[in-house]
């Protein structure tokens, strides 16, 4: 019996989804430049990618606190703090986007994107290095 084979699966599951909120992430960033350089407004396509999005940091929150209760290693705080923050920064943006009829409500919507990829990132370098530390 492999005392590894859990722990890898539970790596393989974090980033898997890690890796599909940082290309969600990236795609609708782009996206929503090419929006903000034609000058268009926060439309209903808009909030659907942003909904997509936050299906996704949903998912990574659950399976974060599913995984990470039984996990040793200290971070957990950190870690959760940073989810946290990464499910809030679209929706404010999107609210602020919404509300600010500029080129550039769509503008800080995309940048809201980047700021989640950013916060994944660390998420996913506290998951390896402080949450899930195999002894």
């Known amino acids: 019996m492999d005392p590894f084979r859990g722990w890898v699966s ?10 599909a909120v940082q290309a969600t992430a990236l795609a609708l960033a ?15 396509a808009n909030v659907v990618g942003v909904a997509v999005l936050e299906a996704l940091l949903l998912a990574q929150l ?13 971070g957990k705080a950190m870690l959760f703090s940073y989810i946290v923050t990464a499910l809030l920064v679209p929706v404010a943006a999107l609210f602020w986007g919404s509300i600010d009829r ?15 990829a950013a916060l994944m990132l660390r998420v996913h370098q506290i998951w390896e290095y402080q949450v ?3 002894a």
């Open 10 to 19: 539970v790596v393989g599951v974090i980033e898997w989804l890690y890796l």
């Open 102 to 116: 500029s080129r550039w409500g769509i503008g800080t919507v995309a940048l809201s994107c980047l700021i989640v």
């Open 30 to 44: 782009a996206w929503f430049f090419v929006d903000t350089a034609r000058s268009k407004e926060v439309g209903r």
């Open 132 to 134: 899930n530390v195999v």
């Open 62 to 74: 659950v399976t974060s606190i599913v995984l990470a209760s039984g996990a040793a290693g200290d």
